[in-house]
């Protein structure tokens, strides 16, 4: 199996700054999809940003221009920089790496896409 610690998390000020930072346990392979997610009581957990093994980058509409995800795929790291934090940012965000079919099967013996979460880290911004 695999483990994700997540770190960094905490209380700021409204246009405040953070970085989370997580990483997995094992780097004996490189996940497919990295990113981090975030969720509220009584919502859905939702996409905060992804990076691919190959860099790309996909960002939530509401986070663009503010945060930014990056990766070091050989030890299987992602960080997310969140600058102009806003109130509406709070939420537990949660770690996210992915294996894809063929990973799954190889590292798993499981048939499909995997998804490893970590525990989660609050982000409390004040207003």
């Known amino acids: 199996q695999v483990q994700l610690a997540e770190s960094g998390g905490g209380l700021v000020q409204a246009g405040g700054s953070l970085r989370l930072a997580c990483i997995a346990s094992?780097?004996?392979?490189?996940?497919?999809?990295m990113g981090w997610y975030r969720q509220t009581p009584g919502k859905q957990r939702e996409l905060v940003a992804t990076?691919?093994?190959?860099?790309?980058?996909n960002y939530a509409d509401s986070v663009k221009g503010r945060f930014t995800i990056s990766r070091d795929g050989a030890k299987n790291t992602v960080d997310l920089r969140m600058n102009s934090l806003k109130p509406e940012d709070t939420a537990v965000y949660y770690c996210?790496?992915?294996?894809?079919?063929?990973?799954?099967?190889?590292?798993?013996?499981?048939?499909?896409?995997?998804?490893?979460w970590g525990q989660g880290t609050q982000v409390t911004v004040s207003s």
């Open positions: 094992r780097n004996s392979f490189s996940f497919d999809v």
């Open positions: 996210n790496g992915r294996l894809n079919t063929h990973q799954a099967m190889i590292v798993l013996g499981y048939l499909g896409d995997y998804d490893f």
């Open positions: 990076v691919t093994s190959d860099g790309s980058t």
